[in-house]
């Protein structure tokens, strides 16, 4: 039996179905690793496209988190005078002491944790830090607006329509304008850091659901629009 397998491989038949086991077996492999290398590159773009998708979107909505920041930097100081007056007792005409105006609320959220890697891999830990980072800003923006608002209903104490105004009551108001004032210099640190985030990534301002409002460039926009964000043709 030996001597028969033997003179069949010198007789060249075991050489020749040797190299077809690995001829055969090698384009087996390679078509394994083509079609590993097709699924892997396909996912990629999709990862990529995915990736991009999400970029934009985040960056569409810092458009209007950073027009936002603008609009609270220009409106805090008139809100801050308007405690002042309320501290010491002064009063302002038409009845417009104790009116908030709107505030305006910042909404964003952040790409999701995959498209995040990539965006680090393809755009720099730059981006990638502001993009997350904007998450905890907004978050801090909405507790100080809740606490503003908060107070702002304590004011309703002075106001002569509500019945006899107490000294207690005046002293109950003050408070709530001191802590007004005080979230008003936390909103002020908060939307300068957004707004100077934002700018270092290249992001600018844009309001595609409210186009016709902006920052007000007078107080007194504020007050008789009852916005903080003024139509601008009042503004």
Not at 19 to 47: H, K, M, Y
Not at 97 to 125: C, E, K, Q, W
Request: hydrophobic share 45%.
């Amino acid at each position: 039996m030996f001597r028969a397998v033997r003179g069949w491989f010198d007789s060249g038949g075991g050489g020749r179905t040797l190299r077809l086991f690995v001829f055969e077996l090698t384009v087996v492999t390679l078509g394994v690793l083509i079609a590993q290398s097709v699924q892997s590159l396909a996912q990629e773009r999709a990862d990529r496209r995915h990736m991009e998708d999400e970029r934009a979107r985040a960056r569409h909505e810092l458009q209007r988190v950073h027009l936002t920041a603008d609009e609270w930097l220009a409106a805090i100081p008139c809100l801050d005078r308007r405690m002042a007056d309320i501290m010491s007792g002064r009063s302002t005409p038409n009845g417009l002491t104790l009116a908030r105006p709107s505030f305006v609320n910042p909404s964003y959220t952040p790409p999701d944790d995959a498209a995040m890697v990539l965006i680090d891999r393809y755009y720099g830990h730059k981006e990638a830090a502001v993009l997350f980072g904007m998450t905890v800003n907004t978050a801090n923006v909405r507790n100080v607006l809740t606490k503003m608002v908060d107070n702002w209903g304590r004011l309703g104490l002075i106001d002569p329509a509500n019945g006899v105004v107490s000294a207690s009551d005046r002293t109950a108001a003050r408070v709530a304008a001191a802590d007004i004032k005080a979230q008003l210099h936390s909103a002020s640190i908060i939307n300068v850091d957004i707004a100077n985030r934002v700018n270092s990534i290249g992001i600018g301002v844009s309001d595609d659901e409210n186009p016709l409002y902006g920052p007000a460039h007078s107080c007194a926009a504020i007050w008789r629009s009852g916005r903080m964000d003024p139509p601008l043709t009042m503004r």
